[in-house]
């Protein structure tokens, strides 16, 4: 009889111990599970929230307050305190191009610093090293990113749509405490390494009528403004969403004549409708975390239940072993 207890007892602790075993694993799993739901959650705000900093550090409205006017040019005087390379004023009336222009001994130094000079993935507007600060030069050359939310040079893909090509026609340049007007009249796809384009400070008279010529031949639209050998040009560069060295070139002539911004007093507010960083990302973020904090809460509720179930199970086991005991 006590060799059948014996049995029987060992039977059941095995037992016992395989369900503890099995229940252990199982909850192993669940708190892998949710674990990893809510890293994943976590992972979502920060990559949400890192991705809206960096449109905030490329939004033009950070920059505004800097922006010279045509009776005051302190505040502009104040950003280059912060930064001696800053030394221009790009606008392209309509959109959201409405930038300090900075200018480095290479063309790599603002792809990942601000105006400011701070780092920022959002980088900054800048000119070509090899062209001249005071836009002398035939062809000048002006790069920046192509961003979400129109940020940056991120306006220049919808000059795909000849519509936007023939409304968007002017803009201004400050540089030496001046304003030059723009008239766009060419629009360009083409390859990063297209070095009859990407040529900045052409000279010559032959050598400027063949870049200018070969301009046109592969604009996608161009308007006739009597371009010539003579004038000075302005070119605004960003890559291209299709192909990976694409770029888009928004191409200008530089006058001495300003234009006036047609925008301006117009219920038309033209590309340059919203803020690079809206309150509708903001909102993506709250809801994020608040999903997040929803997530812990949750998985701190279903640990808690788990351990209730597990306190509840063993005290059921002890008043069963006590049955048996008296039962015996």
């Known amino acids: 009889m006590k060799e059948t207890n014996k049995k029987d007892t060992f039977i059941n602790n095995k037992k016992e111990l395989q369900i503890k075993v099995i229940r252990g694993f199982s909850t192993g799993v669940d708190y892998v599970v949710m674990l990893i739901f809510l890293l994943l959650m976590l992972f979502g705000c920060y990559a949400l929230w890192d991705n809206n900093q960096v449109l905030y550090e490329a939004d033009s409205a950070r920059y505004e307050a800097y922006k010279p006017t045509s009776t005051d040019s302190v505040s502009f005087e104040e950003l280059q305190d912060i930064n001696d390379e800053v030394f221009a004023w790009l606008t392209v009336y309509g959109t959201h191009i409405d930038y300090p222009v900075t200018q480095a001994d290479d063309n790599s130094k603002y792809l990942n610093k601000n105006a400011k000079g701070e780092f920022s993935l959002a980088g900054s507007i800048y000119l070509d090293y090899e062209n001249n600060p005071d836009f002398s030069d035939f062809n000048s050359i002006v790069y920046g990113h192509h961003m979400e939310k129109d940020a940056m040079f991120g306006n220049l893909d919808q000059f795909l749509d000849k519509d936007v090509f023939d409304k968007y026609k002017y803009g201004n340049l400050y540089v030496n405490g001046e304003n030059h007007g723009i008239e766009f009249f060419a629009y360009l796809e083409v390859d990063a390494y297209n070095r009859k384009i990407y040529n900045p400070g052409v000279e010559g008279e032959e050598n400027k009528e063949e870049y200018l010529s070969y301009l046109l031949s592969i604009s996608t639209y161009t308007r006739d403004i009597g371009i010539s050998a ?99």
Do not use: H
């Not at 219920?267 to 999903?291: H, K, P, Y």
């Open 230 to 328: 003579d004038d000075q040009i302005i070119l605004l560069s960003t890559c291209a969403n299709e192909t990976t060295n694409g770029r888009y070139i928004l191409v200008g002539r530089l006058s001495d004549e300003t234009f006036d911004d047609p925008f301006i007093g117009s219920e038309d507010s033209g590309l340059n409708n919203d803020s690079a960083f809206t309150s509708s990302s903001l909102f993506r973020i709250i809801l994020l975390v608040i999903l997040g904090i929803l997530l812990l809460f949750l998985l701190l509720y279903l640990l808690m239940r788990r351990r209730k179930k597990d306190q509840e199970e063993e005290m059921k086991k002890g008043e069963d072993a006590k049955d048996d005991k008296e039962k015996n």
